[in-house]
């Protein structure tokens, strides 16, 4: 086959002539693996080829290595491993020799696919040699050559995990990097390769970062570097000092003063780019600071593992003036571009951090600053000062901050209806939105908002909503956090009088011409549910009056017919949003009786609006379309079932959506919802979601975050249909079992932790949802031979003494219902188990009322 053709024909502009390239090689790849990838790598190594095909031979190559699905991944990786060992070490060899092609585009996709083939074969220790040959391909010349292997030692320490390479190897490759990045390297290329790829390898330089000696000459040398004459060589550097700020925190004392210096520096004087990497060198280190903070309190003892250095508090009176200075360098078109980041804005993200990490101190660096700026002629000088004052109201205390929101309030409301720069305004209504999140609501002692300002709040919010959309946007924003801080003021909320006005505005926002840009229709649909999830019973009846106004704009979605693939995407994003809208407002109405009853007048027509979502192909709407159906189930309960027999093929389709889990989870927890509202009337359907369920946990394909909420439905099925569930036991505890002995025994990081915790907690509300079906029929001695080992996994997880106190709590209930189920068959099991009392104990004394509460009922 002539590949190099193929390879042109793919890139062809005309249709035909690249699917048909495209097809060759789909079927050359099936047929003859070997083949295919040996001629690819022969491809990209063949200086003679043109550039553009050995670009895409190694991209092709690079792909048939790796895949972002884990399933898919695990396939390439089994189909790489299985490959004839001579065809393998023809295309390593091949793609080794790439490196020092005189095309840079070849030697970088070459770079690419030697660290993806590390990845597979390293773990599985092989391909022993490559270290050392990459190491010897650096000390030679060509430049071009020592570039493209420091490239690829930095992606070879992306892909594999630093356990794989020993210590002894570690040590090489960073002198290897170490050696390109320092001043004395003449070429560019060679010094921006090795402190890219230093990047990669911090987080293999643990032994390093401990010897002093090293460590001293890492920093060093990484220092140096940001102070190279080519701008991206400098902000490599800093790219790494972000990268060691947070991997090595605790080694930073002795190098945080000069570090100082040189990002103030960058900061001053340097291109964007640089200065953005030397701002996020310190919210880094703020992120740091206030993980220790929350973790440890402010009590360090002086053994305690981890210590806080204060570096920030030290630093306040240099670095919060640097901070200011930049807030002055706003760009003209800022608020318009949502993905817009610049100088100012990661100046005031890192204000807003340091705030939080030092509190009250913060204030009075600040309020000069503000003081100065907020009257100024200049527009840059008033959005900075109300920037300023806005990133910092979370973390100083309410006492410190109302005192000056209070002189601010009346100002603020006039910049935003007077002031003539739009600027100013948006940030205003930010920073407005930011009083009303921070220092409102129940659990701030007094508030900022009165009985007599309320009124004036509400008129200016709602007259911003007529602004630009990025203006109207932030004031939705801010009435969002207004609303949300009267959740719970009992009967009558400040609010009241205002809510059909405020709903009205909300909906006219909606039908904006321009209100798909800056986020503004959907900010106005988040506004308005917020509105409604937190109105009292006094504004129900006007509730109940917008379930026919956003039925009809779902209805009006519908019919829209021959849309192109833009308007087809803009609708289905407006559907997502009403289908939202209309789960909050049956959430709200569904929870009372009075409103309930008139609902349910809806429920019928509600429905029938949701089947014909489902009928429209998009996973957002599907998501929230089964999130609102999950609410009318619970508002509807039994009647429910007059729906099932339409509505259950989307239920079954929900859970076989694999590509888009979040669509199956969120429908896994339907299947909940329906359990509680049918009770037995779900037993028709049983046969159906049990094995799809049973399925989908036998499956790699299915991301492993849908499989806690599939356990948790197992108990919520038992609980509906009782004794009924005989017919699954078997299969569902074997599952469950299996889940079980995984979810012991499990060191990770803190993500693995999490996960696992959601794992137990899944399979033990599982367990008690079975032992509860179970109690009260005849059946229960089924579930005594299950009873030791569900006992072994509640030792396993108390001994492991790395659960979270929400699996803590359903663990000990777990226990009570074992108990309760067997009765008298379950003492002298509970005896057996070695550290059911300790377990009880500790749970009797927490100071977690509900964990206490459960234990005392267990």
Known sequence: MEVTQVLLNAQSIDGTVRKNAEESLKQFQEQNLPGFLLSLSGELANEEKPVETRKLAGLILKNALDAKEEHRKFELVQRWLSLDGNAKSQIKASLLTTLSSIVSDARSTASQAIAKVAGIELPQKQWPELIGSLLSNVNQQPAHAKQATLETLGYLCEEVPPNVIDQDQVNKILTAVVQ??????????????????????I????????????????????????????????????ECLVSISSTYYEKLAAYIQDIFNITVKAVREDEEPVALQAIEFWSSICDEEVDILEEFGVDFTED??????????QALPALVPMLLETLLKQEEDQDQDEGAWNIAMAGGTCLGLVARTVGDDIVPFVVPFIEENIQKPDWRQREAATYAFGSILEGPSPEKLIPLVNVALNFMLSALTKDPSSHVKDTTAWALGRIFEFLHGSAVGSTVITQENCQQLVTVLLQSMNDTPNVAEKACGALYFLAQGYEEVGPSSPLTPFFQEIVQSLLTVTHREDAGESRLRTAAYETLNEVVRCSTDETAPLVLQLVPVIMMELHNTLEGQNLSSDGREKQSELQGLLCGCLQVIIQKLGSSEPTKYVLMQFADQVMGLFLRVFACRSATVHEEAMLAIGGLAYATGADFAKYMPEFYRYLEMGLQNFEEYQVCAVTVGVVG??????????????????????????????????????????????????????????????????????????????????YTNSLRNGILEAYSGIFQGFKSSAKTQLLIPYAPHILQFLDGIYMEKDMDDVVMKTAIGVLGDLADTLGSHAGSLIQQSPSSKDFLNECLSSEDLMIKESAEWA
Not at 183 to 201: F, G, H, K, M, P
Not at 304 to 313: A, E, V
Not at 686 to 704: E, F, P, V, Y
Request: charged share 25%; proline share 3%.
């Open 180 to 201: 390109g990045m320092s001043a004395s390297e003449v070429n560019t290329d060679v010094r921006l390769a090795a402190t890219r790829a230093l990047y990669n390898a």
């Open 203 to 238: 987080g293999f330089a643990q032994a390093n970062f401990i010897n002093d000696m090293e460590r001293d000459y890492l920093m060093r040398v990484v220092c140096e570097a940001t102070l190279s004459p080519e701008s991206r060589i400098r902000q490599a550097a800093f």
């Open 304 to 313: 305690s593992d981890i210590t806080c250095f204060y570096f920030i508090k």
């Open 673 to 754: 919802d329906i359990c509680r509202a049918l009770e037995e009337k779900i037993v028709p359907y049983c046969d159906g979601i049990m094995t799809q369920l049973l399925k989908n946990l036998s499956s790699n394909q299915l991301n492993r975050s849908v499989k806690p909420p599939i356990f948790s439905c197992f108990g919520d099925i038992a609980l509906a249909v009782g004794e009924y569930f005989e017919k699954y036991l078997m299969w569902a505890m074997s599952a469950l079992q299996r889940a079980a002995e995984l979810s012991t025994h499990v060191a990770g990081d803190d993500e693995l932790t999490e």
